[in-house]
């Protein structure tokens, strides 16, 4: 079996934060878009989001895969940051979906 260098890992860490970081740009873009009774447009800045988070999960999870195989994986603080990161956002996405709802029931009344 191969091993992972760290610079392998810097690599995939850089993508998870990178995907991830536009992902929560476009979730909070979406969430004023709402604000604003731009629901059409928040929708599309939310699967735009999606696809980032999409992107950024593959990145993490290639490298959780290879470690399940028995490829040696390093230990990085910045692989630990870009998984905090992409769990944050991911969480952040969740709780723009229900604020997007709330302002379309204000905006319906």
């Known amino acids: 079996m191969s091993d992972f260098n760290r610079d392998d890992l810097a690599s995939v860490s850089m993508q998870v934060i990178l995907h991830a970081g536009n ?3 476009r979730i909070f873009k979406a969430v ?5 009774n731009e629901f059409d ?9 999606n696809a980032e988070l999409v992107l ?3 990145a ?3 490298t959780l895969q290879l470690e399940a195989e028995g490829i040696d994986i390093p230990y990085s603080t910045l692989f630990s940051h870009a998984q905090d990161t992409l769990m944050s ?3 952040e996405q969740n709780l723009v979906k229900e604020m997007i709802k709330l302002y379309r029931r204000l905006g319906e009344n």
């Open 89 to 91: 956002v991911k969480t």
């Open 60 to 62: 993490q999870t290639h």
């Open 56 to 58: 950024s999960h593959k």
């Open 23 to 25: 992902a929560r740009e």
């Open 32 to 36: 004023d878009l709402a604000s604003e």
């Open 41 to 49: 447009k928040a929708d599309a800045c939310m699967e735009q989001a």
